[in-house]
């Protein structure tokens, strides 16, 4: 079954962005994943709300990392949500943001071992699994465990981009979010979640595989491109180089947008972006053409696909847009 999730940046005031929540679950949407950095509106707190407005839609840290959030905290705090919203609650788990991390003076040291010693200590704490754990980076002392019981299994996504994390989250993630909008880049790394997944002898049908894309939607595809521009920029801004030879896109493209990011130069920033970057690095365009780029994910074998930042000119319209003309054309295809 295919499913469908919104991201949002809770960077707004929390009321708005929770109508726009609000808004998704009605549309259909069946996750909505909250970004998790210091510089933001906190995203538990956020989620917790969220739970007492919505229903159904599922809510999702996308993503949270070990480094700022200890692993018996994010266990302590997302089993609390789930009280909140049994059976609702995901979370998602990742390395962290370097350029966050660093503003804040923590090295994002062996970024895989620290994920998955986590996702190791998160499990055992929800399981009040009292056993230790002496992991390298972190550990659990023998006799520790939550004092009360968390009543349903929370599935742990893992979100990844490189080679190697893709293999982790295919080998011990419920779920992976692809950081990618592009067919090649999904397909590339659904191989490293394949070789994961053999690794830990499993199927490819026990995770689910979500494209966490950049996605921008409007009935005029000028408006679209408009409003997806900037976060392109910043994707360009801090691609790999292999990522950006895969799409012809020279590297001094890449440097000049970063320099210009860096002296907060947005006009000139942005006006150097250009239609192969917004074509390689989101889904962007009128109803129609984001169906049919949407669509060709699916197909390449993803089981989620996440709508995120910006989601068009106006959010409230876009919504309506995905939730009207988008996901009713991709269901029919299920």
């Known amino acids: 079954m295919r499913r469908f999730g919104v991201e949002f940046v ?7 962005t929770a109508f726009y929540v609000m808004q998704a679950e009605k549309r259909g949407f069946d996750f909505v994943w ?4 210091f510089n933001n509106r906190n995203a538990y707190v956020f989620l917790g709300f ?8 599922r809510l999702g840290l996308g993503v949270t990392n070990p480094y700022l959030i200890h692993p018996a905290v994010a266990a302590q705090s997302i089993a609390t949500l789930n009280e909140m919203a049994p059976g609702r609650v995901v979370l998602g788990m990742g390395a962290g943001d370097k350029t966050t991390l660093d503003m804040v003076g923590v090295r994002q040291e062996a970024p895989l071992r620290a994920v998955r010693e986590a ?4 499990r055992r704490f929800i399981a009040r699994d009292p056993s230790g754990f002496e992991g390298k980076i972190f550990v659990k002392r023998e006799g520790s465990r939550f004092n009360f019981k968390v009543r349903e299994r929370i599935p742990i996504y893992i979100g990844a981009q490189g080679p190697k994390m893709l293999a982790l989250a295919g080998r011990i993630g419920d779920g992976v979010l692809i950081n990618a909008s592009h067919p090649e880049d999904i397909r590339r790394a659904l191989v490293n979640v394949e070789r994961g997944v053999r690794r830990g002898g499993r199927s490819l049908s026990d995770l689910d595989i979500a494209a966490y894309t950049s996605f921008s939607v409007a009935k005029k595809e000028r408006d679209a491109r408009g409003a997806v521009t900037p976060v392109v920029a910043f994707i360009a801004a801090g691609c790999p180089p292999r990522i950006l030879e895969r799409h012809e896109i020279p590297l001094e493209a890449a ?4 320099e210009a990011l860096v002296k907060r130069d947005w006009g000139k920033a942005f ?5 192969e970057m917004i074509e390689a690095f989101s889904i962007c365009g009128t109803p129609e053409t984001c169906v049919e780029k949407v669509e060709a994910l699916f197909k ?9 930042s910006p989601l068009g000119p106006k ?3 876009s919504i309506d847009l995905l939730g009207s003309e988008v996901l009713p054309s991709l269901r029919e295809g299920d």
């Open 10 to 16: 809770p960077q707004e005031l929390y009321w708005r």
């Open 34 to 37: 909250v970004t998790d950095h």
């Open 50 to 57: 969220l739970a007492a407005y919505t229903d159904r839609i």
């Open 119 to 122: 996702v190791e200590i998160i």
């Open 255 to 258: 440097e000049k947008i970063r």
């Open 271 to 275: 006006s150097s972006v250009t239609p």
């Open 300 to 308: 390449l074998g993803i089981t989620q696909f996440v709508a995120g």
């Open 315 to 317: 959010v409230r319209k």
